[in-house]
């Protein structure tokens, strides 16, 4: 059988003689001990911690308090109640005496005469389950911290704080100091250190030579190893080199090596694992957004056309820099006579968003180049839809408008409805019908007249719905806006300045795409 590693063993016994003789037989086996007389002293001893006592050999027979009421006043105590007792006993021989130091807190007992090889065996046996024990115990606290950990770096969205995230959890793990380095192309190299537990996580530019080398080649994966010194702190550390996918730049997270066990060096590299599959996801929608983002902005008309006697503005806002993209897209067309006028929004946020965007938009550009009117517009898009995109859902606002009359054709299909503004009021203008990708009639249209000094807002639903309010207090609140703001400078204000403020009062409470599209028919016209 495997020896016992040498243990820390507390002797209490009353007599000198006695205690000499059971020391002896454990130091022999290379065991440290130290001893006390009494009951008392004892508790002194295990309370005051530093003597890091791993098991007790407890006399019954004390000239204090008796062995019985040591051993409970142990398991009571969170600090000691993981070690294990012994009673031993000269006359307590009988089942109902061994049965009460059981019952009581000892983990075995017994009976004078000792035999040392059964002493031994005693202690041995105890020993290796207590430290079975606290292995699983601090395993099981361990692999607790890593879960919580996990589940943390995994709902950050930028990488100094998942990093931040990342290098508090691993501090927590392992009861130690711990630093955290990563690179991604929007921010470099990184590294987070953590001194101590609890400290406050110092966020910097990555240890270069963190970078410089790459121990797993290039090729995805984990290799744990040991340094001798590095920038972090005096002594040796453990560190792990994790690369979820082929050519990125790998993360490297570091804890000293000082109490590390095996058990340690498989959590630690769990853990590094963990952080760097986070960190791939991050950088995965980071490149989808980024792609998402250029690709919706580029479908964006570059600029108005001149539209004589009418003022036109615009604004696209993406979302939030942590939201997904979404497919708000706008369109102004300028033709001999008129202009036609749309704006929508594809259901859904991704990249697939955004090329559904440029696909409605293109097949609309192609619909109105054969000057259809707005209902007929949407009926062929709402049937290209069904053929050819039979999964997506979009809405659309198209709006023509004859520039001498003012006269407005209008198709909505299931957008915001637009407002007229004019005379400190902001009216929507009903008349709906169902989104496009559902198979229904979608050719109704709604006239009616643009007055001079009155100005036309349609936006997306990103100004409107916000979180715990309804659409239509949504509405309502953009209604207001619009009406002490626009609907207040009597046709003559600057509509730049309009979009602005809307954005800045409406739009920074969402964090969804917004798009915006005012038309005001001016007074002369």
Known sequence: MT???????????????????????????????????????????????ASGTELVVLDVRLPDIDGFEVAERIKEDPRTAAVPVIHISATAVHAVDRTQGLMRGADAYLAEPIDPDELLATVGALLRYSRA????????????????????????????????LAAVGASRVFGSAAAVAAASPETGALAVQVDAVGAVPVVRGAYREHFDADPLGGAAGAELFGQDEGPW????????????????????????ASGFTDDDHDVLRQLGQAISLAVEALRSYDEERRTALTLQQSMLPASLPPVPGYDIAVRYRPASDHAYVGGDFYEIVAVEGHIVAAIGDVAGHSLRAATIMAEVRHALRAYLAEDHAPGPTLERLNRMML??????????????????????????????????????????????????????VHDAETVFTLDPGE??????????????????????????????????????????????????????????????LVIRRGISA
């Open 3 to 49: 020896p016992i590693p040498a243990a820390d063993i507390l002797v209490v016994d009353d007599s000198p003689s006695k205690r000499y003789v059971i020391t002896s037989w454990l130091r022999r086996e290379g065991h440290r001990v130290v001893e006390a007389a009494t009951g008392e002293e004892a508790l002194a001893l295990l309370h005051d911690g």
């Open 133 to 164: 024990r606290q292995r699983a115990e601090r395993l099981a606290e361990r692999l607790t911290r890593l879960v919580e950990t996990t589940a943390a770096i995994n709902a950050a969205t930028t990488l100094p704080e998942l990093l931040r």
């Open 233 to 256: 702190w005096d002594g040796p550390v453990f560190r792990v080199v994790a690369r979820a996918k082929v050519g990125r730049e790998p993360l490297h997270i570091a804890v000293p």
């Open 387 to 440: 053929r050819f995109l039979p999964e997506e859902i979009v809405t659309m606002c198209l709006l023509r408008i004859e520039l001498a009359s003012g006269e407005i054709r209008m198709a909505n299909a299931g957008h915001p409805p637009p407002l007229r503004v004019a005379g400190g009021r902001a009216t929507p203008v009903e008349g709906r019908v169902a989104l496009l990708g559902v198979p229904t």
């Open 455 to 516: 100005s036309l807002v349609l936006v997306t639903d990103g100004l409107i719905e916000r979180r715990g309010s309804s659409f239509n207090e949504g509405l309502e609140r953009l209604q207001a806006a619009l009406a002490a703001d626009l609907g207040a400078d009597g046709g003559d204000g600057n509509l730049e300045a309009v979009c602005d403020r809307l954005l800045l009062g409406l739009g920074d409470e969402s964090d969804d795409d917004q798009a915006m």
